[in-house]
């Protein structure tokens, strides 16, 4: 009787394991940003930092929406202008306004957006990776439960676009 009553017990540890496999999900920080009226979401674990008061160096023969560069701590980093990378039109910069600096594989690259809003976590196989490519910017995307969607920002697009 004994042995019976251990295996009940091995059994009932082996589905207590299991249900929490089971609700073991895959969360990743992203940080959100609105640009144009669209929110996007970055992975956080490609952003070295936020920067709110710095002004670009313009340099000559570059693309529009390549605003110039910046010396942070020694580092040269180019610009870019999310809204002008999009093909929409240049706005005013204001007190919103902000550079996210991006680190992907040692390249730095900052991009400004119109503001910056929250970091959240966000379930991984929730998001609707995007396999047409046709957004050469979006990776994926995910609705929220107050209708709205996020873009979840391709890194690596801007940075070797």
């Known amino acids: 009787m004994s042995e019976e009553l251990l295996e009940f017990e091995d059994y009932q540890d082996y589905q207590d394991d299991e249900e929490v496999l089971a609700d073991t999900k895959i969360y ?36 529009n929406f390549v605003k110039g560069i910046i010396n942070l701590r020694g580092q040269i980093v180019p ?25 992907m594989d040692n390249t730095e690259l900052g991009i ?6 929250q970091v959240l976590d966000i379930e991984e196989e929730r998001i609707s990776r995007n396999h047409k490519r046709s957004e050469e910017l979006v ?18 697009a801007i940075i070797n676009g």
Request: glycine share 4%; hydrophobic share 40%.
């Open 28 to 63: 990743q920080k992203y940080l959100t940003f609105s640009s144009d009226g669209l929110l996007f979401g970055i992975d956080t674990n490609n952003i070295m930092e936020i920067i709110t008061n710095a002004t670009p160096i313009k340099l000559p023969m570059v693309p």
């Open 79 to 103: 610009i870019v202008d999310m809204r002008l990378r999009m093909g929409k039109s240049e706005i005013e910069y204001d007190e919103k306004s902000c550079i996210i600096v991006l680190d």
């Open 112 to 117: 400004i957006v119109d503001s910056v809003d």
């Open 139 to 156: 990776s994926g995307m995910i609705s929220l439960p107050n209708q709205s969607v996020i873009l979840i920002l391709d890194c690596e």
